[in-house]
């Protein structure tokens, strides 16, 4: 494999196309938006630049790595003479099934489809293309340029030597492939999301303050992160429709958000990304601070 396209020039999309194009590849960043390719060269070439003060990267490295990466709006342009496509565009099942149409249309034939969707069913978007044995889930883990993991998403009608190609390409990636099957919010969210709702439940209901929560869990649990910094960090809104997917998939009662955190969606505070959640943020400051809501 040589040459390959990733859609969405979003937060994932401009690290898969990152470590593509460090790996070697050709890649083809595709966005509906000049502004979000320009804005994920930049980021990319400042997250090159780290690498080469940390002394992991040479300039020469670099300025690969760079020239390996080209930017299209049009998206059959920027499929036509690929080998794989990483669809990372924004997280709306209707935006995804569009979009997997519109690869299918225009990829070369024998090429692989793969979706970074954090939870939207990859039989759901094969069954809207004409080869659901070529379609496949990759998830990455944001920061993607240092997380480790790609959880692989075998679909319901995924071919056996796709998954494994999948899975040889990641480790050529310099990642940790790790093979599940599809059904709602594979295991990462599956297992990561109910806690976080149940965190935010402690909260809604009393049980401890946004400090005592993480602490016990950072501290308890050895977690890098507290469960209500790491929401932020992922995004309210983003953990609200996983949670969705996960209730709505398994019917179960279970998963269904928390009111709280329905609430704080509904009034646009959807953390770091807003400037506030059950952290406030500054921008330049690292400092954590809890936001004065629940102080
Ligand atoms: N953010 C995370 O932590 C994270 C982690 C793992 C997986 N994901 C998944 O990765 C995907 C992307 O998430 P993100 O956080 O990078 O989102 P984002 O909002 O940062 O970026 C999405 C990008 O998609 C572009 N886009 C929208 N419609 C498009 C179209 N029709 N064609 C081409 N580009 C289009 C937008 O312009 C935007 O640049 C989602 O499926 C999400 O669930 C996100």
Same mark, same amino acid.
């Given at each position: 494999?040589?040459?390959?396209? %990733?859609?969405?020039?979003?937060?994932? &999309?401009?690290?898969? /196309?990152?470590?593509?194009?460090?790996?070697?590849?050709?890649? *083809?960043?595709?966005?509906?938006?000049?502004?979000?390719?320009?804005? /994920?060269? /930049?980021?990319?070439?400042?997250?090159?630049?780290?690498?080469?003060?940390?002394?992991?990267?040479?300039?020469?490295?670099?300025?690969?790595?760079?020239?390996?990466?080209?930017?299209?709006?049009?998206?059959?342009?920027?499929?036509?003479?690929?080998?794989?496509?990483?669809?990372?565009?924004?997280?709306?099942?209707?935006?995804?099934?569009?979009?997997?149409?519109?690869?299918?249309?225009?990829?070369?034939?024998?090429?692989?489809?793969? !979706?970074?969707?954090? !939870?939207?069913?990859?039989?759901?978007?094969? /069954? %809207?293309? *004409?080869?659901?044995?070529?379609?496949?889930? @990759?998830?990455?883990?944001?920061? %993607?340029?240092? @997380?480790?993991?790609?959880?692989?998403?075998?679909?319901?009608?995924?071919?056996?030597? %796709?998954?494994?190609?999948?899975? $040889?390409?990641?480790?050529?990636?310099?990642?940790?492939?790790?093979?599940?099957?599809?059904?709602?919010?594979?295991?990462?969210?599956?297992?990561? @999301?109910?806690?976080?709702? $149940?965190?935010?439940? *402690?909260?809604?209901?009393?049980?401890?303050?946004?400090?005592?929560?993480?602490?016990?869990?950072?501290? &308890?649990?050895?977690?890098?992160? &507290?469960?209500?910094?790491?929401?932020?960090?992922?995004?309210?809104?983003?953990?609200? !429709?996983?949670?969705?997917?996960?209730?709505?998939?398994?019917?179960?009662?279970?998963?269904?958000?928390?009111?709280?955190?329905?609430?704080?969606?509904?009034?646009?505070?959807?953390?770091?990304?807003?400037?506030?959640?059950?952290?406030?943020?500054?921008?330049?400051?690292? $400092?954590?601070?809890?936001?004065?809501?629940?102080?």
């Amino acid at each position: 494999m040589k040459k390959v396209a %990733v859609i969405g020039a979003g937060t994932m &999309g401009n690290g898969i /196309a990152h470590v593509f194009a460090q790996t070697g590849f050709q890649v *083809s960043l595709i966005d509906v938006s000049q502004e979000q390719l320009n804005k /994920a060269l /930049a980021t990319i070439t400042k997250n090159l630049n780290r690498q080469i003060a940390k002394g992991t990267l040479t300039e020469e490295q670099k300025g690969t790595a760079l020239k390996n990466i080209e930017t299209h709006t049009s998206l059959a342009e920027g499929v036509k003479d690929v080998e794989l496509v990483v669809e990372a565009a924004t997280e709306n099942v209707d935006l995804k099934l569009s979009i997997f149409k519109q690869i299918d249309e225009n990829a070369p034939q024998g090429c692989i489809l793969a !979706s970074n969707t954090s !939870s939207i069913s990859i039989t759901k978007i094969a /069954a %809207v293309t *004409s080869r659901p044995d070529l379609v496949i889930g @990759m998830h990455f883990m944001n920061p %993607v340029p240092v @997380m480790k993991l790609v959880e692989i998403i075998n679909g319901y009608a995924t071919r056996p030597e %796709v998954t494994t190609t999948i899975v $040889e390409l990641s480790k050529q990636l310099g990642k940790v492939p790790c093979v599940v099957n599809d059904y709602p919010g594979f295991i990462a969210n599956r297992i990561l @999301m109910p806690m976080i709702n $149940e965190a935010i439940y *402690s909260l809604y209901e009393g049980v401890a303050g946004v400090e005592e929560i993480d602490t016990v869990m950072k501290l &308890g649990m050895a977690h890098p992160m &507290g469960p209500l910094q790491l929401a932020d960090f992922i995004g309210l809104d983003v953990c609200l !429709s996983i949670l969705n997917v996960l209730h709505d998939g398994f019917g179960n009662p279970k998963y269904a958000p928390c009111p709280l955190l329905v609430n704080m969606v509904t009034a646009k505070k959807l953390g770091a990304k807003s400037g506030e959640g059950f952290y406030a943020y500054t921008p330049g400051s690292k $400092e954590l601070v809890v936001s004065q809501r629940f102080r």
